[in-house]
């Protein structure tokens, strides 16, 4: 087995205009499955190796805080330890004069990218579980009320086996997603659609924590394909349940 070739052909290389290499590197944002693109850019003064800010920009589509005190420190601790910087347009970058550099920095830019991300999502990630756990106690809470039966992480009857947060059996069913992620709301639209086209009643309400975690434009996008898109509030939902249900 020749290892140094394998190792190698886990790295794609694609040139683009103005002499800059994209480099797809095997390294991955943690719980994406997307790979780190690196790009290599030729300059007067050597070479530039960034990630063209797509950390912060996945980091902040899931609804992480790239501007967190955590990240700030651990941005300051990046650059006193080696030559990636985290630049103020949320870009990762190295420079060098060396040629032979290039290939290490390349690594640590898409190491930095994968903490990074890492880093700013952590937070968010505890948070809809939070989210999660306080939507469920206010339907569970309405269910009751309404003396309904109520089934969580309920597998639809319709073609994709999709999966609903909540599931309430009214006269016609509601069906309750929430939406964590831009990806969980699109489902919910694929749910709408599906029921729709099967002529099944069900009426789809996605709940998202806030319009960042998902983009402002899905989540105006997916009011026009969901029976109801809208954003959580502890305060208000358990009424929204209530005349939804009426």
């Not at 590197?25 to 693109?37: K, Q």
Request: net charge negative; charged share 25%; proline share 3%.
């Amino acid at each position: 087995m020749d290892l140094k070739k394998a190792i190698c052909s886990l790295f794609e290389v694609y040139p683009e205009p103005n002499g800059v290499q994209r480099v797809v590197t095997p390294i991955e944002y943690a719980g994406t499955g997307d790979r780190i693109v690196v790009r290599v850019r030729q300059r007067h003064e050597g070479f530039t190796v960034d990630e063209n800010g797509e950390a912060c920009f996945h980091a902040s589509m899931a609804g992480g805080d790239v501007e967190s005190e955590v990240v700030s420190r651990w941005a300051e601790d990046l650059a006193a330890a080696g030559k990636v910087r985290l630049q103020e347009d949320e870009t990762l970058s190295a420079v060098t004069t060396d040629p032979q550099a290039i290939a290490p920095l390349i690594f640590r830019v898409a190491e930095a990218a994968q903490q990074l991300h890492a880093i700013a999502t952590a937070r968010t990630e505890r948070q809809a579980s939070d989210f999660k756990a306080r939507l469920a106690a206010i339907v569970s809470a309405v269910a009751a009320d309404f003396q309904l039966g109520h089934e969580t992480d309920v597998q639809l009857p319709i073609a994709g086996g999709m999966v609903a947060d909540h599931l309430l059996r009214s006269a016609t069913p509601l069906i309750v997603v929430a939406a964590t992620s831009a990806t969980r709301l699109l489902e919910a639209e694929v749910i709408h659609m599906q029921y729709r086209m099967e002529r099944k009643a069900g009426f789809v309400l996605a709940v998202v924590e806030n319009q960042n975690v998902v983009g402002k434009r899905q989540f105006e996008r997916a009011n026009y394909y969901t029976g109801k898109t809208v954003t959580f509030n502890e305060h208000d939902f358990g009424s929204l349940l209530s005349s939804t249900l009426n």
